[in-house]
C-alpha cells in the first residue's frame, strides 16, 4: 500500500473517530495530524503548517472582537434597546430579535449571541405572563445560526470550508459570499417563525410548564467611552470586511489589538476569550485534508467516486446529492466534520469532471448551516436547550425549514454561479 492509501485509511480512521465522538475533537484533529507525519505520508510542515493559515488567524481574531462587543456591555445594550423598542408584542418581539441576532451572529460567535439574548428573553418573560420564553429563544437560536451562515466570518463551518479551498489552490469566499443566498434563507427564517413558528410552538410546548429556572442577572455598569470605542473598532472592521483593502485575517487580527489597545477587553480576558478547542478543531482538520491531498489520498477517493456514479449523473443531480448529503450529516456532528467528509470528493473530482468546485464548495458549506432539526446540529442549538425545549421539539419545529433551506440552495446557488466551468 503506497502513501495514497496509507492516507486515505489514516483519514477514514479519524473520521470515525469524530462521529464516535469520545475524544475532544480538536485532540482527535492534531493527533490524526501527528499520525499522517509518523506513518511518513507527510512531512511536519504540511500537516501542521495549517495552524498558521489565514483561516485560523481570522477565526481568532473574530472571538477576540465578540469578547470586546460584550465585555464592554455593547451587545447587552443592543439586545436591551430591541426589547424595549417592541415592547410587550410577541410578533414584535420575534422580528426584532430574530433580525438582530441574525445581523449580529454574521460576524461575532453564534453561540456568545444567544448568550447575550436568553437572559434578557427569560427576564422579560417572568415579569410578563403574555409573553413566553420558549415562543422567542427559538427563532432566536435559528436567527443565530442562519445569520452565522450568511458571511465568511459567521460560522467555523465556513472557515472550515475557506481553508480547504485556500489549500487545493482553488478561487476562495470573500467576506460577502454567502450573503446573497443567505440573506434570502435569513428572510425565509423569519417568514417562517412568524407564519409558521409561533402557531406551530404552541402546540408543542404551549401547555407545558415552564421548566428553566431563572435568576435575574445583576445589572452591570459599563463604561460608555468604551462601549463607543468598542462600536467604532467594530464599525471600520465591518467596512475593511467588506472593501478588503487588506486581507481580512489582517483586519481580524489588527482589530483585536485595537480591542486590547484601546482598553475594551484586557489582554488576559482576550486570550481566554479564544475558543481553543475550535482552533484547534479547525487547525486540524486542515492539517488532515491537505496531508490527505498531499499523499495522493483525494485522487483515490474522486476514482473510486467516478468509477461509482460513471458519467451518467448531471452536474445539476451531482449538487443535489451532496447538499443533501451534508445537510443531513450535519444534523448529527459538527458542521466541519460534515464538510471535512464532503468537501474534498468534490475538489478532488471537479477539475477532471469539469465542475464549478466554487459553487459546490458555496452550496455544501451553506447546507451544513441549514441543520436546524436536532440540537447536536450546533453548539447554539445545544444551548437553545436551556429554555425548556425537548429534543424532539427542534424536529417538529424545525424540519420544514430545513426542507425549505435545502429547495432555496439547490434552486439559487446553481443559478446564481454555474455547475460548470
Known amino acids: 500500500m503506497g502513501d495514497a492509501g496509507i492516507s486515505l485509511v489514516i483519514f477514514v480512521i479519524f473520521i470515525a473517530l469524530f462521529i464516535w465522538d469520545r475524544l475532544p475533537m480538536a485532540t482527535t484533529a492534531i493527533l490524526g495530524c501527528a499520525v499522517m507525519v509518523i506513518a511518513g505520508v507527510c512531512d511536519f ?8 493559515s489565514s483561516t485560523v488567524v481570522l477565526t481568532m481574531g473574530v ?17 436591551k434597546w430591541i426589547v424595549r423598542a417592541a415592547g410587550t408584542s410577541q410578533t414584535k418581539l420575534v ?9 449580529m451572529s454574521a460576524f461575532l460567535t453564534n453561540s456568545a449571541v444567544l448568550a447575550i439574548f436568553i437572559p434578557i428573553v427569560m ?16 427563532p432566536i437560536a435559528f436567527g443565530c445560526v442562519i ?13 472550515t470550508a475557506q481553508g480547504l479551498l485556500e489549500s487545493a489552490g482553488v478561487q476562495t469566499f470573500r467576506t460577502f459570499s ?28 404551549g401547555s407545558r410548564i415552564d421548566e428553566a429556572e431563572y435568576s435575574a442577572p445583576q445589572e452591570e455598569s459599563y463604561s ?15 467596512v475593511f470586511y467588506i472593501t478588503e483593502w487588506i486581507p481580512l485575517a489582517i483586519t481580524s487580527t489588527v482589530a483585536a489589538l485595537l480591542c486590547i489597545i484601546t482598553g475594551c477587553i484586557s489582554q488576559k480576558k482576550a486570550v481566554m476569550s479564544i475558543n481553543w478547542n475550535i482552533v484547534g478543531r479547525l487547525g486540524g482538520c486542515l492539517g488532515l485534508a491537505k496531508a490527505l491531498e498531499t499523499a495522493g489520498g ?35 456532528m459538527s458542521n466541519s466534520t460534515a464538510i471535512l467528509i464532503v468537501l474534498p470528493i468534490i475538489l478532488a473530482i471537479a477539475p477532471e469532471m469539469g465542475l464549478n468546485a466554487y459553487t459546490y464548495a458555496l452550496g455544501i458549506t451553506l447546507a451544513s448551516g441549514m441543520a436546524l432539526s436536532c440540537p447536536l446540529a450546533s453548539s447554539t442549538l445545544g444551548m437553545s436547550m436551556s429554555a425548556g425545549y425537548h429534543f424532539n421539539d427542534y424536529f417538529k419545529y424545525g424540519f420544514f425549514f430545513d426542507v425549505i433551506a435545502y429547495v432555496t440552495i439547490i434552486t439559487l446557488v446553481p443559478l446564481m454561479y454555474g455547475l460548470t466551468i
Open 95 to 103: 422580528i426584532g430579535t430574530y433580525l438582530v441576532s441574525a445581523m
Open 298 to 332: 483525494t485522487e483515490l477517493i474522486a476514482g473510486a467516486f467516478k468509477t461509482l456514479v460513471g458519467a451518467s449523473l448531471s452536474p445539476f443531480i451531482i449538487f443535489c446529492i451532496f447538499v443533501l448529503l451534508v445537510q443531513v450529516v450535519s444534523e448529527f
Open 178 to 205: 454567502f450573503t446573497p443566498v443567505g440573506g434570502v434563507l435569513v428572510l425565509l427564517g423569519l417568514v417562517y417563525c412568524l407564519v409558521f413558528g409561533i402557531k406551530r410552538g404552541e402546540r408543542i410546548w
Open 63 to 79: 472571538m477576540v472582537i465578540g469578547a470586546g462587543i460584550s465585555e464592554t456591555g455593547l451587545a447587552a445594550t443592543i439586545g
Open 147 to 159: 445569520g452565522g451562515a450568511s458571511t465568511l466570518v459567521g460560522s467555523t463551518q465556513q472557515m
Open 123 to 138: 427576564g422579560l418573560s417572568a415579569s410578563n405572563d403574555s409573553i413566553k420564553a420558549k415562543n422567542l429563544i427559538m
Open 45 to 52: 510542515g504540511t500537516a501542521f503548517g495549517s495552524f498558521a
Open 224 to 238: 460608555k467611552p468604551k462601549m463607543c470605542i468598542m462600536a467604532a473598532i467594530f464599525a471600520l472592521t465591518v
